[in-house]
């Protein structure tokens, strides 16, 4: 498997876990969060927002369940922007489908870096396609 097929495949992995516990109350990530965030790790939210490693493990530690049953994630579109080992430079289109019918997406870029035991996040910068209704 190459490093763009084993970061797209961990992009996947790591929202299907995020479907999971931000929908099913009492839900557990088994640790899933912290090993695949690396020390340093940030992210700048669609509302450009930045957040830092412990701040990022604790908004999704408080959100689980909080978007309730029926709540999908669809990660589209899974790209190379640049590969420069260790590290990768990927693009994705994540949507989320939230209980009452409301549909969201956001363009991501996400910076890994290839390690033995798997890809780890380092960087997530996400800007909005179909932002919440006001």
Not at 4 to 20: N, P, S, T, Y
Not at 22 to 44: I, K, N, S, W
Request: glycine share 10%.
């Amino acid at each position: 498997m190459t490093d763009a097929e084993r970061c797209a495949e961990e992009i996947r992995d790591l929202h299907r876990v995020f479907e999971k516990t931000l929908g099913a109350p009492g839900a557990e990530d088994g640790g899933r969060y912290e090993a695949a965030f690396a020390p340093g790790f940030a992210m700048v939210m669609p509302n450009g927002h930045r957040l830092d490693r412990a701040e990022v493990l604790g908004f999704l530690r408080q959100a689980r369940g909080s978007r309730g049953p029926g709540f999908r994630i669809a990660i589209e579109d899974v790209a190379v922007l640049h590969a420069a080992p260790p590290l990768m430079l990927m693009h994705y289109i994540e949507r989320q489908w939230l209980p009452g019918g409301i549909e969201t997406a956001r363009r991501a870029a996400a910076l890994f870096r290839v390690e033995p035991a798997g890809p780890r996040w380092l960087f997530v910068q996400e800007t909005w396609v179909s932002p919440p209704p006001a």
